[in-house]
């Protein structure tokens, strides 16, 4: 079955937006959480005994961290801040693992200290500098990420597992023999490999390549040097159906494919880990935009709304498009598309480009369909912007984060607060005047 994004009902998201203001990220709690049981019951059903991860770069809000960790999820971090969320949000440490293909050293002190369950070493100098910093070691295991030489079809920035990327170890340079060969001969714990081959996948084709090479490398390596193979890390990817996207492989199905596959080439005794993201968070997630002008330019209505570059850059990076619903200000629904859509046409609908606020030609949304009877100040709401939103956030033209609203069983609750002057200001000082 196909996942269908959360969405929110006409009289929800003006409630919201008169509470909260706008930009608004929602977020649905129950829907991460059944994306989360999908993941559990098809990946760690078909895999007795495998791991299942969060990148949390897809969305590294506290709560967000502490439902996906207890659904049983240990957490993927990439930066100190990321580690420094997951530790707040009440994560053991050692139930982490570090990423990042430019770890410094303080990083790696802080993570050995911290007791992070798994470090991913990325580089031969990071092995080299993890070499000198073996007695630090408490119970961290380490991971070696290999590049696979693999090329998913995906946008070329979110592409990663290719032979020419930043990260990992070549399998065909050698580099990755030299980084296990050398993390053996100084004893430490290197006990798996890794790799994630790019993001926004359909299915789980490219990962499954990806893996039988790994495990052909791992069980080579086993036999010739003596690593003591033992976890496969498959990365994470599987993407969200965006405006104008094919609908990726639902998640159980995805699972059942790339477990069935994998396991089909690789041993038993390899434990399996997966690092999913965006598919976890994406379609949980709404952004409420309030549109601020409507002009008409050749012909075409160019919408502004209050949002933008700031708190969705992936337009700007990816030429990303979303799907919107647009609620009148005088309250009636206008559902454009998906299950329980109404199409009562008032006045008609046209087509609208959405730009968003930012100095930068910031078009936002294409193609998306407005009520002729539109006007300044209705809503517009963004679908599956739970993942690579929020985190991706910038204050860009002095604009504030958003605010996020969870919305619990029991009602919405803020769990993470607007941005304000102060907390805008904070980090500056004058320099008063000269002289
Ligand atoms: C190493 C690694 N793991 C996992 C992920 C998560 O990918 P996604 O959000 O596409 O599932 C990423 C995303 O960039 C990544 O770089």
Same mark, same amino acid.
């Given at each position: 079955?196909?996942?269908?994004?959360?969405? %929110?009902?006409?009289?929800?998201?003006?409630?919201?937006?008169?509470?909260? $203001?706008?930009?608004?990220?929602? +977020?649905?709690?129950?829907? &991460?959480?059944?994306?989360?049981?999908?993941?559990?019951?098809?990946?760690?059903? !078909?895999?007795?005994?495998?791991?299942?991860?969060?990148?949390?770069?897809?969305?590294?809000?506290? !709560?967000?961290?502490?439902? =996906?960790?207890?659904?049983?999820?240990?957490?993927?971090?990439?930066?100190?801040?990321?580690?420094?969320?997951?530790?707040?949000?009440?994560?053991?440490?050692?139930?982490?693992? =570090?990423?990042?293909?430019?770890?410094?050293?303080? %990083? =790696?002190?802080?993570?050995?200290?911290?007791?992070?369950?798994?470090?991913?070493?990325?580089?031969? #100098?990071?092995?080299?500098?993890?070499?000198?910093?073996?007695? @630090?070691?408490?119970?961290? @295991?380490?991971?070696?990420?290999?590049?696979?030489?693999?090329?998913?079809? #995906?946008?070329? @920035?979110?592409?990663?597992?290719?032979?020419?990327?930043?990260? $990992?170890?070549?399998?065909?340079?050698?580099?990755?023999?030299?980084? %296990? @060969?050398?993390?053996?001969?100084?004893?430490?714990? &290197?006990?798996?490999?890794?790799?994630? *081959?790019?993001?926004?996948?359909?299915?789980?084709?490219?990962?499954?390549?990806? !893996?039988?090479?790994?495990?052909?490398?791992?069980?080579?390596?086993?036999?010739?040097?003596?690593?003591?193979?033992?976890?496969?890390?498959?990365? /994470?990817? =599987?993407?969200?159906?965006?405006?104008?996207?094919?609908?990726?492989?639902?998640?159980?199905?995805?699972?059942?494919?790339? *477990?069935?596959? *994998?396991?089909?080439?690789?041993?038993?005794?390899?434990?399996?880990?997966?690092?999913?993201?965006?598919?976890?968070?994406?379609?949980?997630?709404?952004?409420?935009?309030?549109?601020? #002008?409507?002009?008409?330019?050749?012909?075409?209505?160019?919408?502004?709304?209050?949002?933008?570059?700031?708190?969705?850059?992936?337009?700007?990076?990816? /030429?990303?498009?979303?799907?919107?619903?647009?609620?009148?200000?005088?309250?009636?629904?206008?559902?454009?598309?998906?299950?329980?859509?109404?199409?009562?046409?008032?006045?008609?609908?046209? #087509?609208?480009?959405?730009? $968003?606020?930012?100095?930068?030609?910031?078009?936002?949304?294409?193609?998306?369909?407005?009520?002729?009877?539109?006007?300044?100040?209705? %809503? +517009?709401?963004?679908?599956?912007? /739970?993942?690579?939103?929020?985190?991706?956030?910038?204050?860009?033209?002095?604009?504030?984060?958003?605010?996020?609203?969870?919305?619990?069983?029991? $009602?919405? *609750?803020?769990?993470?607060?607007?941005?304000?002057?102060?907390?805008?200001?904070?980090?500056?000082?004058?320099?008063?005047?000269?002289?």
């Amino acid at each position: 079955m196909d996942e269908v994004p959360f969405r %929110l009902e006409s009289g929800q998201a003006w409630d919201l937006a008169d509470r909260f $203001g706008t930009p608004l990220y929602v +977020l649905d709690e129950a829907t &991460i959480r059944s994306r989360a049981r999908a993941y559990r019951e098809s990946f760690k059903s !078909a895999a007795p005994g495998s791991i299942l991860s969060y990148a949390s770069k897809a969305n590294s809000t506290l !709560a967000v961290i502490e439902i =996906l960790h207890q659904e049983g999820f240990t957490i993927d971090v990439a930066s100190e801040g990321e580690l420094e969320a997951a530790l707040r949000a009440g994560v053991p440490a050692a139930e982490c693992h =570090l990423h990042g293909n430019a770890k410094s050293n303080a %990083l =790696l002190d802080r993570a050995l200290e911290e007791g992070i369950g798994k470090i991913v070493v990325d580089s031969l #100098t990071e092995a080299q500098r993890l070499a000198d910093r073996k007695s @630090k070691f408490k119970n961290t @295991k380490l991971l070696l990420r290999l590049n696979p030489s693999v090329q998913p079809e #995906t946008h070329e @920035k979110i592409s990663t597992g290719h032979e020419d990327t930043k990260f $990992g170890l070549s399998i065909l340079e050698g580099s990755a023999e030299q980084a %296990l @060969k050398l993390m053996i001969r100084a004893g430490l714990p &290197i006990v798996g490999l890794h790799g994630h *081959v790019g993001s926004q996948l359909l299915d789980p084709e490219a990962q499954v390549d990806a !893996a039988i090479r790994m495990a052909e490398f791992g069980t080579a390596m086993a036999e010739k040097i003596g690593f003591a193979f033992q976890i496969l890390n498959l990365g /994470g990817g =599987l993407g969200v159906a965006y405006a104008g996207d094919p609908q990726p492989l639902s998640i159980a199905e995805y699972c059942r494919q790339l *477990v069935g596959a *994998v396991r089909a080439r690789v041993p038993d005794s390899i434990q399996l880990q997966q690092e999913p993201g965006r598919s976890l968070v994406a379609d949980a997630g709404v952004t409420i935009y309030r549109v601020e #002008t409507i002009k008409e330019v050749s012909g075409v209505p160019f919408v502004s709304v209050d949002g933008g570059l700031s708190d969705n850059p992936r337009p700007a990076l990816y /030429g990303a498009n979303y799907r919107t619903d647009w609620f009148r200000a005088s309250n009636y629904a206008y559902v454009t598309d998906g299950p329980g859509a109404v199409s009562f046409d008032l006045d008609g609908v046209r #087509t609208a480009e959405v730009y $968003g606020a930012h100095c930068e030609v910031d078009h936002l949304f294409s193609n998306v369909e407005m009520p002729v009877a539109a006007a300044e100040g209705d %809503l +517009l709401v963004a679908l599956s912007t /739970g993942a690579y939103n929020a985190s991706m956030a910038s204050n860009y033209n002095r604009f504030a984060r958003p605010a996020t609203v969870l919305l619990r069983p029991d $009602g919405p *609750v803020l769990v993470q607060d607007r941005e304000n002057w102060d907390t805008i200001f904070a980090r500056e000082r004058r320099i008063g005047p000269t002289g």
